[in-house]
T-cell receptor, first 110, second 114 residues
Framework: EDQVTQSPEALRLQEGESSSLNCSYTVSGLRGLFWYRQDPGKGPEFLFTLYSAGEEKEKERLKATLTKKESFLHITAPKPEDSATYLCAVQGGSQGNLIFGKGTKLSVKP | NAGVTQTPKFQVLKTGQSMTLQCAQDMNHNSMYWYRQDPGMGLRLIYYSASEGTTDKGEVPNGYNVSRLNKREFSLRLESAAPSQTSVYFC?????????????FGSGTRLTVV
């Protein structure tokens, strides 16, 4: 059964304090691993897709990496506007639909 | 550039009442999805439509029905609402069901069943 586990559930950082969010997954035949950002009261917003181990993608202060068992979302020198819930999802070979983790709620204090 | 539009944004129902959540996309996407999001549970797929004219059950379909009205519109119906269906409902769309470039989500419908 495809499964996604995100850790930690919540993370509080000071502005400028870099850190990483983890997404561990089990899936038969990974087609893609997705990162989304969700602000309170809004729908998830697509950030990245990673397709194979060793792949990396960057967007502003965010960098996503992928291994065969997990993905990391690295946040460099975060700002308060980076505060949000970050969702990880996988798409496996057995079905095309996305399987989501429960998310990591990130708070960045000035 | 509306993307995915959901109506209503908020709704309160009494147990046993019925209602339909509406979803429309203007991106010419083939596939559409209904998810529910509950605290501590993450996003769970209720139903999806890989293409116009087809619908399939997701992880938590019980108590729901769907209709793919046309390529743009995908509605979710609660025939007899229960308190366990209190949740935030999200509609999403993608170019195809095997799309690896991500889904586009609506802003959600917050439903409370009392």
């Amino acid at each position: 059964e495809d499964q996604v586990t995100q850790s930690p559930e919540a993370l509080r950082l000071q502005e400028g304090e870099s850190s990483s969010l983890n997404c561990s997954y089990t899936v038969s035949g990974l087609r893609g691993l997705f990162w989304y950002r969700q602000d309170p009261g809004k729908g998830p917003e697509f950030l990245f897709t990673l397709y194979s181990a060793g792949e990396e993608k960057e967007k502003e202060r965010l960098k996503a990496t992928l291994t065969k068992k997990e993905s990391f979302l690295h946040i460099t020198a975060p700002k308060p506007e980076d505060s949000a819930t970050y969702l990880c999802a996988v798409q496996g070979g057995s079905q095309g639909n996305l399987i989501f983790g429960k998310g990591t709620k990130l708070s960045v204090k000035p | 550039n509306a993307g995915v539009t959901q109506t209503p944004k908020f709704q309160v129902l009494k147990t046993g009442q019925s209602m339909t959540l509406q979803c429309a996309q203007d991106m010419n996407h083939n596939s559409m999805y209904w998810y529910r999001q509950d605290p501590g549970m993450g996003l769970r797929l209720i139903y999806y439509s890989a293409s116009e004219g087809t619908t399939d059950k997701g992880e938590v379909p019980n108590g729901y029905n769907v209709s793919r009205l046309n390529k743009r519109e995908f509605s979710l119906r609660l025939e007899s609402a229960a308190p366990s269906q209190t949740s935030v409902y999200f509609c999403a769309s993608s170019r195809r069901d095997t799309e690896t470039k991500g889904y586009t989500f609506g802003s959600g419908t917050r439903l409370t069943v009392v």
